[in-house]
C-alpha cells in the first residue's frame, strides 16, 4: 500500500510562484509513475503533470504547459510540481497520485493512489 502526502499549497497573488511536494512512503516509488491532477470547486478532476518512473520525460496538460514543471528525487521518494505564472484559474485542490506500470496516463482514472490533496489558492 502506497502513502502520498502533499505539502506546500496556500495562497498566492496572480503571476505568482508555488511549489508542491508529495513524499510517498509503503511502495518502491522508483517503480511508479508520479503524477498531479487538480479538482476546481463544482468540477471534475483534471489531469495536470506526470512524470514516468524514470523520470526520462515529462508530460503537461495544455492549459499548464510552459508554466508548471513535474520533476522527482527517487532518492527521497518525493516528486515536486513547480507552478509559475499563476492564474486564478489555477485555484484547484492539487492531489499526488501513482500508478504501475510505471508509465504515464493523462486520465486520472488510471492512477491508482492517491495523496488527501492540498489547496492552491490564487487571487487576482
Known amino acids: 500500500q502506497v502513502q502520498l502526502v502533499e505539502s506546500g499549497g496556500g495562497s498566492v497573488q496572480a503571476g505568482g510562484p508555488l511549489r508542491l511536494s508529495c513524499a510517498a512512503s509503503?511502495?518502491?516509488?522508483?517503480?511508479?509513475?508520479m503524477g498531479w491532477v487538480r479538482q476546481a470547486p463544482g468540477k471534475d478532476r483534471d489531469f495536470v503533470a506526470c512524470?514516468?518512473?524514470?523520470?526520462?520525460?515529462?508530460y503537461y496538460a495544455d492549459s499548464v504547459k510552459g508554466r508548471f514543471t513535474i520533476s522527482r528525487d527517487n532518492n527521497k521518494n518525493t516528486v515536486y510540481l513547480q507552478m509559475n505564472s499563476l492564474k486564478p484559474e489555477d485555484t484547484a485542490v492539487y492531489y499526488c497520485?501513482?500508478?504501475?506500470?510505471?508509465?504515464?496516463?493523462?486520465?486520472?482514472?488510471?492512477?491508482?493512489?492517491w495523496g488527501q490533496g492540498t489547496q492552491v489558492t490564487v487571487s487576482p
Open positions: 497520485t501513482s500508478r504501475r506500470p510505471g508509465y504515464c496516463r493523462d486520465s486520472y482514472g488510471q492512477y491508482d493512489y
Open positions: 512524470i514516468p518512473y524514470s523520470g526520462s520525460t515529462t
Open positions: 509503503g511502495g518502491t516509488f522508483s517503480s511508479y509513475a
